[in-house]
């Protein structure tokens, strides 16, 4: 029979261990070190400094080296073969130095029920079969080291904390409901893909060590410094463990002020709003393309259906497709003009940005949407593809606000278009649209530009009864 105890040791500083750790450590038969190359040597230096300042007795302290993650693999299927691979590891040193049983204690960053997988790998050995007893040590966790440096309570009165990882935060945005997160497990910067006004950060790293570095204020104003600061301590120790609290400084459910200043930005963005059709080949962040689409889902929608459905082409077959398709639409749309000037003027146009744009997407609208219960589409079914329509819109509106240019390509079969990318027969296609940075930014339409069409006067358009 193995006791296997976890002991939470804290973020690194010996002081952080409590009584309770030290009794484990000293009762322990074994206690095993991972090791996880030279760029983490501090982490099993800190290891083995606590087990010099603790241990007292007859307790064995052997080190092994932690195997890799697939860092290319799909996450889930990556950390899946990672932890059976570490149970393996585990297996292995306990059947050579604990082959009769006994006590193994692993010194655990933190606390081992808090975003650690030392619980989930034990699980694994004794699905595998082990004879295992699991005591479980807390210990100092990095929310609460983090809190502590800062001098801060982690929730404001009565109000709710979520906790969750950069890699959450950076696929799905500021979660609905809450206004305070606490953000581990950041191999990046994921606060960067937020919308920085209205938002505090509290950020530090290597907290309770000699390096401990410590940031906070308004993530509008300190972002920068944050972002440049974690890569020079990653690359001056080859390694970096941080983790950050954020907090909005007007909860959601209180709306904002949106005063002139705002207003004047606003009409700025409205007017710097293009239909783009010369692009650079930049390409866009997928942490971009994951706001904007986030962006898009915040439209208005007929019974709050959310009927938009969005294609995302990335195979570089299907965009030649596509082009050639527009191609081939566009030159019979020029024969069915009549006038010759105007015939002209159309061929010199350049129409599409297929080939160069370095995004590509096709906005459908679900015809019969789960959602919504058919709420306001009784008399008038078409307003759900009006709110695919504003989703585009909103998306449009996102991307111009990141300096991204978008371009609606219209001239083309949609039947055509929907069989080609083979979407459910529910799905009505509402707009091709080709997105990346802007070769020509202007505030004048390109349609302005080359003579085709002017701006006409809104008031020409408005009528009363």
């Known amino acids: 029979m193995i006791d296997l105890h976890l002991i939470g040791i804290g973020t690194g500083n010996p002081d952080h261990l409590t009584a309770a750790a030290r009794a484990a450590m000293n009762a322990a038969d074994l206690i095993l070190l991972p090791r996880k190359g030279d760029r983490a040597s501090d982490l099993i230096a800190l290891r083995r400094t606590i087990c010099a300042d603790v241990l007292g007795g007859a307790t064995r302290v052997v080190e092994f080296d932690l195997p890799d993650r697939d860092p290319d693999a799909p996450y889930r299927d990556a950390v899946d073969r990672w ?40 699980d694994r050995l004794r699905a595998d079969g082990m004879a295992l007893n699991v005591h479980v040590v807390p210990g100092i966790t990095a929310i609460q080291a983090l809190t502590a440096a800062h001098a801060i309570p982690l929730n404001d009165l009565a109000a709710p904390v979520l906790i969750t990882t950069g890699r959450r935060l950076r696929e799905g945005g500021w979660p609905d409901g809450v206004d305070t997160l606490a953000v581990m497990l950041d191999g990046g910067t994921a606060f960067e893909t937020l ?43 080859g390694w970096i463990m941080d983790v950050y609290l954020l907090r909005r400084s007007v909860p959601v459910d209180r ?63 299907m965009r030649e497709t596509l082009a050639v398709h527009v191609d081939a639409c566009s030159a019979e749309a020029a024969i069915g003009l009549a006038d010759a000037n105007r015939q002209q003027r159309y061929r010199s ?23 919504g219960h058919r709420l306001g589409i009784g008399t008038m079914p078409e307003m759900l593809r009006y709110s695919t329509v504003m989703a585009v819109h909103t998306l449009w509106l996102a991307a111009r606000a990141r300096g991204i240019g978008l371009g609606w390509v219209s001239i083309l079969d949609p039947g055509t278009v929907t069989a080609l990318l083979d979407v459910p027969e529910s799905w009505t296609l509402i707009a091709l649209l080709c997105v990346g940075y802007p070769a020509e930014p202007s505030i004048v339409p390109e349609l302005e530009r080359r003579g085709w069409q002017d701006r006409e006067p809104i008031a020409d358009r408005i009528v009363e009864r």
Request: charge should be negative; aromatic fraction near 8%; glycine fraction near 6%.
């Open 83 to 122: 932890h059976d691979a570490i149970a393996d590891a585990w297996a292995a040193q306990i059947a050579r130095h604990l082959p009769d049983g006994g006590r193994l204690a692993l010194l655990v960053w933190g606390d081992p029920s808090l975003y650690d997988s030392t619980l989930r790998i034990a």
């Open 195 to 237: 919308v920085a006004d209205g938002i505090d950060i509290w950020w530090g790293a290597y907290l309770g060590m000699a390096q401990e570095a410590l940031v906070a204020g308004p993530l509008s104003v300190v972002c920068a410094e944050i972002v440049e600061r974690r890569a020079a301590l990653r690359a001056e120790h």
């Open 255 to 317: 709306p904002p002020l949106f005063d002139a200043a705002f207003d004047d930005r606003f009409q700025q963005l409205l007017r710097w709003r293009r239909d783009v059709r010369h692009f650079v080949p930049d390409p866009i962040a997928d942490d971009d393309m994951r706001h904007l689409l986030r962006a898009a889902a915040w439209a208005p929608s007929v019974g709050n259906a959310q009927p938009w459905r969005f294609v995302r082409i990335r195979s570089a077959a």
């Open 349 to 371: 146009l350049k129409l599409h940005g297929l080939r160069e744009a370095p995004e590509i997407l096709a906005a459908f609208s679900d015809d019969s949407p789960r959602a």
